[in-house]
């Protein structure tokens, strides 16, 4: 202890009693190694205390002086008058460097609880979320997940108007689900930039996407690409990061998702821009669905500059594939918004 070195030279006369029944003793009081030393007058030692046990007790207000006793014996006390202030004052700094180097257990307790709490706080923060999501995603049935999307459809109707349906057209939006492995593809009137998945596997698809183009390979890279991204990031994986903890909890325990967290996800989705996925992402589904990715490009970008690798590598650029539908069926599918 190297507060220790300050005070090895220190002595000073007090007055020691072994027990409160024992009379009182005059006594050479000094600084040893880590231990107070207690000597007769003949400088023959008498006992020692350790400094790490060194207790000082209340004095009676009368009283000005300093007494001490071992912890735990209360009995056995050493008297200093405030003629010792110097030693007085060591056996004092003594005392508080060894509870200093003493260990807390309740500061350790409280640090212990502090880093538990942070730790539980950082789970509900950083893993929690995403485990529910995880959950929900296993267990959320198909039924429900077409449920969920039901209502957000009911949601964008809204902005968008109802869907585009006509009896002749049905064909054909049943053949571009088929070609492209979407649940089913619908039409809006507006709302919808160009496509959006939903849970439960519908695809929308904005009017201009059938009207103002010539063939129906623009809607089915449409839908295709939708089909990509819903692979990559579930609609309804999309649906609960957006809604948050407690919406995911709410489904779980419910079946329900809020009302609010799918109105806020419907503004969201409404005003979200798209988008776009790499090449490399989108090639392979053009390629399994036969349908050739150059219309879908140019329709993107009508110069072919910012998509001329879906133009350069389009699996069907050498073949010619079957047709997605007969072109009365595609004719029909152009004005299914007319009726």
Not at 243 to 254: E, I, N, V, Y
């Amino acid at each position: 202890m190297t507060a220790l070195t300050k005070y090895d030279r220190l002595e000073a006369t007090g007055l020691w009693r072994a027990n409160p029944d024992a009379q009182r003793r005059e006594v050479v009081v000094s600084i040893g190694n880590a231990t107070l030393v207690i000597s007769d007058l003949n400088d023959r030692a008498i006992t020692h205390w350790s400094l790490a046990a060194v207790e000082r007790a209340d004095t009676p207000a009368a009283s000005a002086n300093a007494l001490f006793h071992p912890d735990g014996d209360p009995g056995e006390t050493l008297e200093l008058s405030p003629d010792e202030a110097e030693m007085i004052t060591a056996i004092d700094t003594l005392r508080d460097a060894v509870a200093r180097a003493r260990p807390h257990p309740g500061r350790l307790r409280w640090l212990g609880v502090g880093l538990s709490m942070a730790a539980v706080a950082a789970l509900g923060v950083f893993w929690l979320p995403g485990a529910l999501v995880d959950h929900a995603m296993r267990v959320v049935p198909a039924v429900k997940q077409a449920e969920i999307g039901g209502a957000l459809l009911a949601r964008i109707t809204r902005v968008s108007g109802a869907p585009c349906r006509t009896p002749e057209a049905q064909g054909a939006l049943t053949a571009l689900a088929g070609r492209t492995g979407a649940a089913r593809v619908m039409i809006l009137p507006g709302g919808v930039r160009e496509a959006l998945s939903l849970p439960g596997g519908t695809v929308l698809l904005n009017r201009a996407l059938v009207e103002d183009f010539e063939e129906p390979d623009v809607a089915a890279g449409y839908v295709l690409v939708e089909e990509v991204r819903s692979t990559l990031t579930p609609p309804l994986r999309d649906l609960l990061d957006h809604a948050g903890t407690r919406a995911t909890a709410m489904l779980l325990t419910t079946g329900e998702v809020p009302s609010a967290a799918l109105d806020a996800y419907t503004e969201a989705q409404l005003s979200r821009p798209v988008t776009a996925l790499s090449p490399d992402m989108v090639l392979p589904a053009f390629a399994q669905a036969e349908v050739r990715s150059t219309p879908y490009a140019r329709a993107r970008d009508i110069s072919g500059e910012e998509t001329l690798e879906l133009i350069e590598a389009d699996p069907m650029a050498q073949s010619a594939p079957n047709p997605i539908m007969p072109d009365r069926d595609w004719l029909q599918l152009q004005s299914i918004c007319e009726g």
